[in-house]
């Protein structure tokens, strides 16, 4: 008798966790669909016109990483392999990811698989949302809110670094400081976030500065892009590291490799 309830025990496991992945999966095509058919997709081809706006140095960055002659309005979706800390202290756990994302205006959606974690990450409208559950059955975190808002499209801003078509959109003001920097400004509905894009020898952004919520505590945070390659026509960094500035020192809780890449 023992065996048979010990099969069936394990079968019941078996069904909650697939059950589990497939409401996950289902509830961010959901979200993924919703995202892309804001704007729509009409396809319209980029022109030198299109750079007239920018800082020169932006627009020769722009030009160099190929998006002249890309739609201005299709999406991005990519698949990462990486790792993550919790906290300082905590151990790196492996994950993977699909990251999509719109460039009218910019939105992200990231879902990462960490077993048995899954996490959902976003900012759509100016709205964010962090959530983290086992198996995509137990909620057993939730964030969201205004310094939420902040920091999700802080994350969007940083990482249109690795979907550059963004960086036309309307939403986003520019102004080159005299170091050559490009101090950012981006507006959604009522959310604002601010950052800092530096170039490296080569006459690529590399890094970004900004500052974003960790928990309550306003902290200063650096996203570190690496190794450009050219992917779906597009030459962009494939690695990136994330760290946050903290008094006491640095702490780099992330970091990841794009492992497939497409433009829909």
């Not at 030198?48 to 309005?73: F, H, N, Q, W």
């Not at 979706?77 to 719109?102: E, L, P, S, V």
């Not at 990462?112 to 983290?132: C, H, M, Q, T, W």
């Not at 979907?163 to 520019?174: E, N, V």
Request: charged share 25%.
């Amino acid at each position: 008798m023992l065996p048979i309830t010990i099969i069936a025990l394990g079968a019941l496991i078996i069904f909650a966790i697939s059950f589990g992945i497939y409401r996950f999966t289902n509830s961010v095509e959901k979200e993924k669909e919703s995202m892309f058919n804001l704007t729509g997709n009409k396809e319209r081809v980029i022109g030198m016109r299109d750079l007239e706006k920018l800082p020169p140095s932006l627009a020769t960055y722009l030009k160099k990483v190929g998006i002249t002659g890309k739609c201005s309005d299709c999406h991005a979706i990519f698949k990462q392999q990486g790792r993550i800390k919790t906290g300082r202290y905590k151990n790196w756990t492996n994950f993977t990811a699909t990251q999509y994302m719109t460039a009218d205006t910019p939105n992200f959606i990231w879902s990462a698989r960490a077993y048995p974690l899954f996490i959902r990450d976003k900012s759509i409208n100016g709205s964010g949302e962090v959530k983290v559950n086992i198996f995509g059955l137990i909620d057993i975190a939730k964030f969201d809110g205004e310094k939420t808002d902040k920091s999700a499209l802080s994350r969007c801003l940083g990482e249109l670094l690795f979907y550059p078509i963004g960086f036309l959109s309307d939403a986003i003001t520019w102004e080159e400081l005299s170091d050559g920097s490009l101090k950012t400004t981006v507006l959604v509905n009522n959310t604002m976030a601010e950052g800092i894009f530096f170039f490296n020898d080569e006459g690529l952004l590399y890094r970004f500065e900004s500052k974003r919520y960790m928990g309550d505590s306003l902290e200063d945070f650096t996203g570190i892009a690496e190794d450009y390659q050219t992917l779906s026509g597009l030459f962009i960094p494939s690695k990136m590291k994330a760290i946050w500035n903290l008094k006491d020192g640095d702490f780099e809780y992330f970091n990841a490799t794009i492992k497939e890449y497409k433009i829909d």
